[in-house]
């Protein structure tokens, strides 16, 4: 079965940097598209970052030039490097594979943001 773990949360002060780690295991890792989520309390789950099998990246405007996601097909990860972090990155980041019109999701790591 499919299952994402995600790592490497945690506090950090405004300015600071995290990376994230996804690894994924259950199905062929290079064949999928990769997405990073996000959610802040008492906010819906939004897309952050999403990088294709060709490695072709994309960005929501808030984290574009602060965040770089990449992946590493023969470790079967995705990572998430978060630079100049705000206060209104604090949330839940999680890890997404769509398969089909199935979206799984591992059980995110936190990032909380502040002083």
């Known amino acids: 079965q499919v299952q994402l773990v995600e790592s490497g949360g945690g506090p950090v002060q405004p300015g600071g940097s995290l990376r994230l780690s996804c690894t994924g295991s259950?199905?062929?890792?290079?064949?999928?598209?990769m997405s990073w989520y996000r959610q802040a309390p008492g906010k819906k789950r939004e897309v952050v970052a999403a990088?294709?099998?060709?490695?072709?990246?994309g960005y929501i405007d808030s984290v574009k030039g602060r965040f770089t996601i990449s992946r590493d097909n023969a470790k079967n990860s995705v990572y998430l490097q978060m630079n100049n972090l705000k206060p209104e990155d604090t949330a839940v980041y999680y890890c997404?594979?769509?398969?089909?019109?199935?979206?799984?999701w591992g059980l995110g790591t936190q990032v909380t943001v502040s002083s």
């Open positions: 259950g199905f062929i890792f290079s064949n999928y598209e």
């Open positions: 990088i294709t099998t060709g490695s072709n990246t």
């Open positions: 997404n594979v769509a398969e089909g019109d199935r979206n799984y």
